[in-house]
């Protein structure tokens, strides 16, 4: 059983167009993380949330931005996605206790024509 | 600084053979180190974990890695390779503060029949 769920699984915007991402969780875990994944690289961090607090990563542009109404849902929202915005966004969550690995899900493809 | 160092970027095996995945790193105290596998189109799944328990790790599909502290090597093998086992392999280790993923840049591992 799926226990971090992205919809949608592939979603095509256009430039400029606002966009939102969303993930939810089954583990009850504080933790839930946001990464940016291009063609043949690691994941990139954009930021987490630990329980509600909101950690942005220095260089996750102003551009992207993240809420988290409950402890089951975190959304990623792109104001004005760009071309270079083209990539799989990825969402993890992760126990409180030190040491746990993330949990990812299987990723939201986004295009951008 | 901590990091992590995938010695390959690309490994391609026969199936049956065996597999063998190289990861050093460099680290100023204990790390938690993992490994995840990330098929196309798919979020990233855990492998194994080593947590500072015992050395030699055993995880899903019959991969297993041991961590050796005078190498600062945590390889990941398997004896005998299938198909399925074709996909991105991470090498990924843990801040000191237990808040994020350092990434190696991963591993392709190609599976000839």
């Known amino acids: 059983d799926a226990m971090v769920i992205q919809n949608p699984r592939y979603q095509v915007t256009q430039f400029g167009k606002p966009v939102t991402l969303s993930c939810s969780q089954t583990?009850?875990?504080?933790?839930m993380y946001w990464y940016q994944q291009k063609s043949s690289q690691a994941p990139k961090l954009l930021f987490h949330?630990?329980?509600?607090?909101?950690?942005n990563e220095a260089d996750t542009p102003d551009n992207f931005q993240s809420r988290r109404p409950n402890t089951s849902f975190c959304f990623l929202d792109i104001r004005s996605p760009g071309l270079g915005d083209a990539a799989m966004y990825l969402c993890?969550?992760?126990?409180?206790?030190?040491?746990?690995?993330?949990?990812f899900g299987d990723g939201t493809r986004l295009s951008i024509l | 600084a901590q990091s992590v160092t995938q010695l390959d970027s690309h490994v391609s095996v026969s199936e049956g053979t065996p597999v063998l995945l190289r990861c050093n790193y460099s680290?100023?105290?204990?790390?938690?180190l993992f490994w995840y596998v990330q098929h196309p189109n798919k979020g990233l799944q855990l492998l194994l974990k080593?947590?500072?328990?015992?050395?030699l790790v055993k995880g899903i599909n019959g991969f297993e890695a041991e961590f050796k502290k005078s190498e600062t090597s945590f390889h990941l093998t398997k004896p005998s390779a299938h198909m399925s086992d074709a996909a991105e392999y991470f090498c990924?280790?843990?801040?000191?503060?237990?808040?994020?993923?350092?990434f190696g840049k991963g591993t392709t591992l190609s599976v000839s029949s």
């Open positions: 993890a969550t992760k126990g409180a206790r030190p040491k746990q690995p993330q949990h």
């Open positions: 583990l009850n875990h504080n933790v």
């Open positions: 949330y630990y329980d509600k607090d909101f950690n």
């Open positions: 680290s100023s105290y204990s790390p938690s």
């Open positions: 080593y947590t500072s328990a015992a050395t």
């Open positions: 990924v280790s843990l801040n000191q503060a237990g808040t994020a993923l350092i």
